[in-house]
């Protein structure tokens, strides 16, 4: 950080020079000068002082901005020091940049050639001026400007480069093949060179000299068995399969470790279907220690797009195996193995790679996703509150690991940290509606638990507006009021449309029942319940069941059904005192 300090202070005061020393200067010589106009015809503009003083601070807070990466704000200061002096080769120079980064690539060139006329001999430049050219797809005038830089220039014989490129845009491939040429007989033989010379020879359907070239390259270093490999990508990109298995083969006789020929091998058996070899391949790749894990996980997510049948995921998890003991600290081994165990259906092995991996590094978002979808499924609340709450610390803006927090946290009845949750949930979610109302049903049910009475029916009441037909949040809602003996003819109406639709659910029945019950309808609230009583064991409506009995005056029924609620382990806190006492406790 601080090399970048002093290069940008220096940079500065290179640029506040003019401005420190001019009133010294202007004091020795207080006559004016005549501007000086140069053989091209061009005359700087002369300034007054204030005027230099005020170009010089718009140019030099434009470069503070241009060298922070603030394009816009660095165009907008050089365009106000263009308008004082628009002959000054420096703002031209500079507009130019800042246009052809913000793609105004007209007047980028305007500016480039307004540059080059201040100094004709800046080989900077003219290099901007070139890449405008290329930018604007004049190519013939970026050639003629690139030759121009390196004969006038010499030393700058990579700009052969960009030629050859223009020349290809152009369609002149045998302009190209020469200029290329050239820069061979500059720089030697390379990778790179050969490669755009075969792809020019393909294009004009001239193989066999595209093949000499990855001879040439060959020959000009017959140890280097990677321009054998080279060589052989070639034949298997032009599909002479049986080359490129030649020459491969050969390569892996001098070095059965050479890793880009067993890469190379993998799209040979690819291309053939030759799957035992491909899979034989794989598992060498991933067993070696000089394979990246970048290139391994290129593997993994190619046999796992493959992975559709039994033997595929089998295959799958013993690549992954293989993987993991290789790099048994790497969270993508650790990732891609919990993935394998997860499609063979190990989901428990499988958490436990996910959750090793997330341990390594957190910043995995789909990673977090499973680990916690995984702990609601085991309805394990403690782990899942717990990896909610490590997961939102990475992503607190993601609004479906902020649920699974507070689903964690619902169910291990710690109803004010779901609240918390679920307002955060809600929140970030306003342009998903279903989920935002999932939200706010979940809230609804957590702030009936806290006894916030009102914040819970603005949630359900909300959920309704959006979806009046939502049994759940009808059947919860009124379900609430009645135990509040609140709106009990709302919650009839509520309770009744669920009903109505589902004639034969014994939780919507019991709820409707209650209702009832709360209104002292017993006879009404009994012939519902008996509608429900044959399709349900749920201790909760055996004992609504006792409690209309014994309001009916049939105590010794009423008895008797408390202690079947009592034996099906969901009744109320009053059941022990009910089936000992014979009597009603609400």
């Not at 070095?255 to 190379?264: G, K, N, T, V």
């Not at 955060?424 to 979610?429: F, I, P, R, T, V």
Request: proline share 3%; aromatic share 12%.
């Amino acid at each position: 950080m601080s090399v970048k300090k002093h290069v940008f202070k220096s940079i500065l005061i290179a640029i506040l020079m003019p401005v420190l020393f001019e009133p010294a200067l202007a004091q020795k010589s207080p006559k004016k000068k005549s501007p000086k106009t140069s053989k091209s015809g061009f005359t700087p503009k002369v300034l007054s002082t204030e005027d230099r003083v005020y170009f010089e601070a718009c140019f030099i807070e434009g470069m503070r901005y241009y060298l922070i990466g603030q394009t816009k704000l660095a165009q907008n200061f050089f365009e106000k020091a263009y308008v004082i002096d628009e002959t000054n080769g420096g703002v031209n120079y500079q507009l130019s940049k800042v246009n052809s980064a913000l793609s105004n690539n007209a007047r980028a060139l305007v500016t480039a050639q307004a540059a080059i006329k201040s100094d004709p001999k800046n080989i900077e430049y003219i290099i901007q001026l070139a890449s405008v050219y290329e930018a604007q797809g004049e190519f013939e005038n970026a050639i003629k400007t690139y030759q121009k830089i390196i004969s006038d220039f010499p030393g700058n014989n990579e700009y052969y480069y960009q030629i050859g490129a223009a020349q290809i845009q152009l369609n002149k491939l045998d302009d190209a093949i020469k200029t290329y040429d050239k820069i061979g007989t500059i720089y030697g033989a390379s990778f790179e060179l050969t490669r755009q010379k075969q792809q020019i020879y393909v294009k004009q359907n001239k193989i066999d000299l595209a093949i000499k070239e990855g001879q040439k390259l060959i020959d000009s270093d017959p140890s280097n068995l990677q321009y054998r490999v080279d060589q052989a990508e070639f034949y298997y990109f032009i599909n002479r399969l049986p080359d490129a298995l030649s020459l491969v083969n050969g390569v892996l006789k001098q070095d059965p470790d050479q890793i880009s020929a067993h890469l190379l091998l993998v799209d040979i058996y690819k291309s053939t279907n030759d799957n035992e070899k491909v899979f034989a391949e794989y598992k060498y790749l991933l067993a070696q220690q000089n394979v990246s894990v970048q290139d391994k996980q290129k593997i993994m997510q190619d046999v796992m797009k493959a992975a559709t049948t039994n033997e595929k995921k089998v295959q799958l998890l013993e690549l992954s195996t293989i993987f993991v003991k290789a790099n048994p600290s790497s969270n993508v081994a650790l990732t891609n193995q919990g993935d394998a165990l997860f499609l063979n259906g190990k989901k428990a092995e499988s958490r436990k790679f996910y959750i090793a991996s997330a341990k390594k590094d957190g910043n995995n978002y789909n990673l977090w996703l499973q680990i916690v979808i995984l702990d609601f499924e085991f309805k394990e609340y403690d782990s899942l509150a717990l990896h909610g709450t490590e997961a939102v610390d990475y992503f607190p803006n993601q609004s479906m690991l902020w649920y699974y927090r507070a689903l964690g946290y619902y169910n291990l009845k710690k109803y004010p940290n779901a609240i918390e949750s679920l307002e955060e949930a809600k929140n970030l979610s306003s342009k998903d509606m279903q989920f935002r109302m999932q939200c706010l049903t979940l809230l609804g049910d957590a702030y009936n638990e806290t006894k916030k009475y009102s914040e819970s029916d603005a949630a359900f009441d909300e959920v309704l507006r959006y979806d009046k037909n939502n049994d759940y949040v009808l059947n919860n809602y009124s379900y609430y009021l009645s135990l509040r003996k609140d709106k009990l003819e709302l919650a009839k109406s509520m309770a009744e449309r669920v009903v109505n639709r589902n004639p034969a659910e014994p939780n919507y029945i019991d709820t409707y029942a209650w209702v009832l019950y709360q209104m002292k309808d017993y006879q009404g609230a009994k012939k519902q319940l008996e509608i429900a009583l044959p399709n349900t064991k749920s201790g909760t409506i055996l004992e609504h069941y006792g409690d209309v009995l014994y309001q009916l005056g049939d105590k010794v029924n009423a008895v008797e059904y408390w202690k079947k609620a009592k034996a099906a382990g969901d009744a109320s806190e009053f059941i022990n005192k009910k089936v000992a006492e014979g009597k009603l406790y609400e």
